[in-house]
């Protein structure tokens, strides 16, 4: 019988590294590295819509939306993961010559059927336990639908959702809204 090979775990400092080159994006969950697959571009519609409507309202003001090229770094007790969310507003960055950002205030994921189950369960976990998280959207790509994971003041999240084109998500902690007519702007929906 032989014994099965134990993967090679790379450092943070190696996966850092190779993304500055690779031309294909990596997730990296204390040591093991997954490429990620491309998205549709009904997904990438609504992500960059979403940096749009943002954008535009935090202009002048301290927070900045990135798009999804930045990372965000999670550092657990036990070890430190790298994502890619679709979107984020982060009000206090991490240094310029960073390739991630560390206190992401607003995350947004735009669901595919070949991400949602990761997206609804590892990563919304992953993304809960940010110290400087404070709301946490999933949206539907075509539909307007979006699930929103809001902190609540006595701690934990609550959630709420967002449904129909004359919908207007609140967003005081970014002061900003957005409006899903702004979200599916160019975005085909199902009927």
């Not at 090979?5 to 690779?22: F, H, M, R, V, W």
């Not at 679709?86 to 009000?91: E, K, L, P, S």
């Amino acid at each position: 019988m032989t014994a099965l090979k134990q993967p090679c775990l790379l450092t943070i400092a190696e996966y850092l590294d190779g993304e500055e080159n690779s031309p294909v994006k990596h997730e990296y969950l204390g040591g093991t590295v997954h490429a990620m697959a491309g998205a549709s571009n009904q997904h990438h519609a609504v992500a960059i819509s979403s940096i749009i409507a943002l954008g535009s309202q935090l202009r002048g003001k301290p927070c900045q939306p990135f798009n999804s090229d930045t990372k965000i770094r999670i550092e657990f007790p036990d070890h430190t993961r790298f994502y890619y969310p679709d979107a984020m507003v982060v009000c206090h960055p991490s240094p310029p010559s960073e390739h991630f950002q560390d206190q992401p205030v607003l995350i947004i994921e735009v669901l595919s059927d070949s991400t949602r189950r990761a997206d609804l369960g590892e990563k919304r976990d992953a993304y809960l336990a940010i110290p400087s998280l404070k709301v946490l959207l999933f949206v539907e790509p075509e539909t307007p639908l979006v699930t929103l994971h809001r902190r609540k003041p006595e701690g934990g999240f609550a959630i709420e959702t967002h449904a129909g084109l004359d919908a207007v998500i609140p967003l005081p902690e970014i002061e900003a809204a957005l409006p899903l007519a702004a979200l599916y702007e160019r975005v085909e929906l199902q009927a």
